[in-house]
């Protein structure tokens, strides 16, 4: 009969042909495509330095012994005043389009969320993941759901909108050059919110130096964080850098000696700078988001966004952020009450660095 079971090495050719399916070619050959997706997983779920055998990747396997389900699972170490406490993301749900996908993605979270973990997180969720979830006594987590942009060039973001459709594509093209002049004088004019000035603050991209000796005091005084190891940070990085399109770019803002945060984001080819991480203390936010906007600007930059830190959601506010939701959502289930309760107050530290985008391929 059809079973879920947990993901074994021996399953990587079918689990990448899955992958193949569902997400497509990406525009390499077949035979390069399937070697990749085979590297990319193994990478994942089965080499990762914090691997554990308690915490498997599952697969939904029919009588046939066809592979027609993959549900992947990362672990996170992260505290509860100051406890330690098992955390598991989970990533990139496949189900042949061919088979009962709504059964197999159901049968697939089930196994997941009655894992041992005390904490079960899935961020880049689609809506049907979230009734799924739901359906299973997970909770959305609406807070940490929400998304803010900060328009750098708002004349040519709009342009953006305007080449997707192709009857005004044409538009676009002739209103680019006016564009580029509204933004270029509303980004030069002082009392614009628009304006971009120097920040009187030094940077430097030496993140892997700073980050495990400064991350403690820059969480929050929140009950619930991730915890970081050397290797495990690295093999993040790694993973942020591998994405295919990916641009990383990494500060490190600096007041003479004295760290006041840092940020992490990702430069796309629509010009939009994707955060994954902002760290600061309420009395540095404010120079770090200025610093952010402004060396994103300088490099093209057409807006700046980024999933919301509630913690942060009044400095976002001063420096005239927008707030939205744009699609995915962060759903959250756990052990206990108060893990929950903890993971859904503004305090905790969760970051996209932390969860699935650094899974993508």
């Given at each position: 009969?059809?079973?879920?079971?947990?993901f074994v090495?021996?399953?990587?050719?079918?689990?990448a042909?899955?992958h193949?399916?569902?997400?497509?070619p990406?525009?390499?050959?077949?035979?390069?495509?399937l070697?990749?997706?085979?590297?990319h997983?193994?990478?994942?779920f089965?080499d990762?330095?914090?691997g554990d055998?308690d915490l498997?990747?599952?697969?939904?396997e029919?009588?046939d012994?066809?592979i027609?389900?993959?549900?992947?699972v990362?672990?996170r170490?992260?505290?509860?005043d100051?406890?330690p406490?098992?955390?598991?993301i989970?990533?990139?749900t496949l189900?042949?389009?061919?088979?009962?996908t709504?059964?197999?993605?159901?049968?697939?979270a089930?196994?997941?969320l009655?894992?041992?973990?005390?904490l079960s997180?899935?961020?880049?969720?689609t809506?049907?993941?979230?009734?799924?979830?739901?359906?299973?006594?997970?909770t959305?987590?609406?807070?940490?759901?929400?998304y803010?942009?900060?328009?750098?060039?708002?004349?040519?973001?709009?342009?953006?909108?305007?080449?997707?459709?192709?009857?005004?594509?044409?538009?676009a093209?002739?209103?680019?050059?006016?564009?580029?002049?509204?933004?270029?004088?509303?980004?030069r004019?002082?009392?614009?919110h628009?304006?971009?000035a120097?920040p009187?603050?030094?940077?430097?991209?030496r993140?892997?130096?700073?980050?495990?000796t400064w991350?403690?005091?820059?969480?929050?005084?929140?009950s619930l964080?991730?915890e970081?190891d050397?290797l495990t940070?690295?093999?993040l990085l790694?993973r942020?850098a591998?994405?295919?399109?990916?641009?990383?770019?990494?500060?490190?803002?600096?007041?003479e000696?004295?760290?006041?945060?840092?940020y992490l984001?990702?430069?796309?080819?629509?010009g939009?700078?994707?955060?994954?991480?902002?760290?600061?203390?309420p009395?540095?936010?404010?120079?770090?988001?200025?610093?952010?906007?402004?060396?994103a600007?300088?490099?093209?930059?057409?807006?700046?966004?980024?999933?919301?830190?509630?913690?942060?959601?009044q400095?976002?506010?001063?420096?005239?952020?927008?707030?939205?939701?744009?699609?995915?959502w962060?759903?959250?289930?756990?052990r206990?009450?108060?893990?929950?309760?903890?993971?859904?107050?503004?305090?905790?530290?969760f970051?996209?660095?932390d969860?699935?985008?650094?899974?993508?391929?």
């Amino acid at each position: 009969m059809s079973r879920v079971r947990p993901f074994v090495r021996t399953d990587l050719p079918q689990v990448a042909r899955l992958h193949l399916m569902v997400f497509g070619p990406g525009g390499r050959s077949d035979a390069d495509t399937l070697e990749s997706r085979c590297a990319h997983l193994s990478r994942l779920f089965i080499d990762h330095p914090a691997g554990d055998a308690d915490l498997p990747c599952f697969v939904y396997e029919e009588d046939d012994g066809r592979i027609v389900g993959f549900l992947g699972v990362a672990p996170r170490r992260m505290s509860f005043d100051g406890r330690p406490l098992q955390a598991a993301i989970s990533s990139q749900t496949l189900a042949d389009p061919t088979s009962r996908t709504v059964l197999v993605s159901v049968e697939l979270a089930k196994a997941f969320l009655d894992g041992p973990q005390d904490l079960s997180i899935s961020d880049q969720a689609t809506d049907g993941a979230r009734e799924i979830w739901e359906g299973l006594g997970g909770t959305t987590a609406h807070l940490h759901s929400i998304y803010w942009t900060r328009p750098l060039r708002p004349a040519q973001l709009a342009l953006t909108f305007l080449r997707n459709r192709i009857s005004l594509a044409p538009l676009a093209a002739m209103a680019d050059p006016l564009a580029r002049i509204v933004d270029a004088v509303a980004t030069r004019l002082r009392h614009s919110h628009l304006y971009q000035a120097t920040p009187p603050v030094s940077i430097d991209d030496r993140l892997e130096e700073t980050f495990l000796t400064w991350h403690p005091e820059f969480a929050g005084a929140g009950s619930l964080r991730v915890e970081y190891d050397d290797l495990t940070f690295k093999w993040l990085l790694e993973r942020c850098a591998q994405r295919r399109a990916a641009t990383l770019h990494k500060a490190v803002i600096r007041n003479e000696r004295q760290v006041m945060g840092w940020y992490l984001y990702d430069l796309n080819r629509t010009g939009i700078a994707d955060v994954l991480q902002i760290a600061a203390k309420p009395d540095s936010i404010h120079d770090v988001l200025d610093n952010l906007f402004y060396r994103a600007w300088r490099q093209g930059a057409l807006a700046v966004t980024g999933r919301l830190e509630p913690r942060f959601m009044q400095a976002f506010s001063d420096k005239y952020c927008l707030f939205h939701r744009r699609g995915p959502w962060m759903l959250v289930s756990a052990r206990k009450p108060e893990f929950l309760r903890a993971f859904l107050s503004e305090g905790v530290s969760f970051s996209r660095l932390d969860g699935e985008w650094c899974l993508g391929y």
